[in-house]
Structure formats: C-alpha cells, structure tokens
C-alpha cells in the first residue's frame, strides 16, 4: 500500500465500513480510504498501465504462468482487474468486492473493463471462495486491505488452504502484504506442506509480494528473464527490478 495521497477530491462516499475518497493528481486518479495510504492510483492516459508498485510487481506472475481462469479478491479501483484484462483478454475474470460503494465507484471513477470475460461479485471474500469449486481457477489475486492494513483474512490458514483447494495444479496465488519480506514468518512455513514454490518480492514502503505456485519452477529462475523482459514490453514498466529482489524461500525450494 502506498502513502502518498493529494491532489484534487473529485467524489466522497461513504458506507458501514467508513470512508471512500476519489481524488485526481496530476494527471491520476486515486482511490483512498484515510487521505493518508492509496488503495488504487490510476494513469488518466493510459488506464491499463499500472502505476503502483505492488500492482506492477504482482502481475509479474505472467512470466511464469499464463492463465485462463483467474479470481481476484479485493477490487479497489480496478487496477489490477483492468491491466489482467487488458494483457490477456482471453482470460476468464472474477473479481470478488465486498463493499458496493467500491463497486459502484470503480465503474464510474476508473473504468471498468466491459467484457464477456469479466464478472464482478459483490460478496464477502472468504465466504465467496468457500463456495468456489475444486480446482476451478489458475490464478488469484489477492489484494485485500483496509485503511491502512490488509484484511485480517489474508493472513490466516483457512485462507491459505481454501485458495490451494481453488487451484488447480498449474496455479498460482498472488498476495500483496504489508511488512518487510521475512521467509521465516509462520504463516509462510506452513505454506510449504501446500505450494511447492513460493516466492517472495520485496517492494518500497516494507510491502511485499507472495507468490505461492502448485507447481515448482525449475532450478534457475533465470530461465524466466526473457518472459520478463516481454512482459516489461507489454506492460510499459519495469519489471526486471522485481524480478532480480525475488527470494526463493530456501526451505521448501
């Protein structure tokens, strides 16, 4: 999550679990909850470019896996459901929102893809992934935060183990964290008896990136650094950063 809010309020709203504020700043648009940490930043210009680092560094999961089949949990502004969309259109999307307020903004606000191959769900998330069937996705995102932490449900076992069960054995979880990188953090060790490969990605302000894959990657991760080199190209960003700051947990590798 990032901490850096200004700039012109274009829309307020407000529900049962507190404030939505919409503001544009040179040229983006950004989604906040506190004035205090964004949830979502968007390029006015270019819409599908992802400006956040958490956002950039998440998608490049793309060099690993190319999925047809995915499920993002947590909305915001859309930025990661526009950009997945955008890279690879054929790719069936869902994207699981609790709050409406968020919903209806993210349409009005940022734009939202209108396609076939999205479907938009207003439900809570572990409920909605509980009723999600076996082995149904190869890809979920999972970006859920509150004003300034992520939801408490995005750190928990049941969690953890209901997205294993949702995968099938070509997928990958993505999950975006506050806090520094740490492979000895509990929840990550026992991660190991499910995912075969989990990947860590530092980024700026002690956030990180989770990549849990049901299939092991080969040995030498540099394999990839082509696919990423494309995906730079794709995306107009600079993904190779991430990609050199990836720590393999050594202790399931």
């Known amino acids: 999550m990032e901490e850096h809010v200004g700039g012109r309020l274009v829309h307020y709203a407000c529900d049962g679990l507190g404030d939505i504020f919409v503001l544009d700043e040179g040229g983006q648009r950004v989604l906040t909850f506190d004035y205090t940490h964004e949830q979502s930043r968007m390029d006015l210009g270019r819409p599908h470019r992802l400006v956040h680092e958490?956002?950039?560094?998440?998608?490049?999961?793309?060099?690993?896996?190319?999925?047809?089949?995915?499920?993002?949990?947590?909305?915001?502004?859309?930025?990661?459901?526009?950009?997945?969309?955008?890279?690879?259109?054929?790719?069936?999307?869902?994207?699981?929102?609790?709050?409406?307020?968020?919903?209806?903004?993210?349409?009005?606000?940022?734009?939202l893809p209108d396609s076939p191959q999205v479907r938009l769900t207003l439900a809570d998330a572990g409920e909605a992934l509980?009723?999600?069937?076996?082995?149904?996705?190869?890809?979920?995102?999972?970006?859920?935060?509150?004003?300034?932490?992520?939801?408490?449900?995005?750190r928990q076992q049941g969690f953890m183990g209901e997205c294993h069960r949702v995968l099938d054995g070509r997928g990958w979880l993505v999950a975006n964290y506050d806090g520094p990188a740490d492979g000895d953090e509990p929840l990550f060790r026992w991660m190991g008896g499910l995912f075969p490969e989990i990947l860590l990605c530092p980024i700026r302000d002690e956030n990180h990136i989770l990549f849990a894959g049901r299939q092991k990657l080969p040995a030498d991760l540099g394999l990839f650094r082509q696919r990423v080199v494309g995906l730079e190209a794709e995306m107009e960003v600079a993904l190779s950063p991430y990609f050199d700051r990836l720590i393999r947990l050594s202790q399931f590798a």
Do not use: W
């Not at 995915?70 to 859309?78: D, E, H, I, V, Y």
């Open 54 to 111: 958490h956002a950039q560094a998440m998608m490049m999961v793309l060099a690993f896996h190319e999925p047809r089949r995915a499920l993002q949990l947590g909305l915001g502004g859309g930025c990661l459901l526009r950009a997945l969309h955008y890279l690879r259109p054929r790719c069936e999307i869902e994207s699981i929102e609790l709050r409406a307020r968020i919903h209806e903004i993210a349409g009005e606000f940022f734009g």
């Open 130 to 154: 509980a009723k999600t069937p076996d082995t149904s996705r190869d890809l979920i995102f999972a970006d859920m935060f509150h004003a300034n932490c992520v939801a408490p449900l995005q």
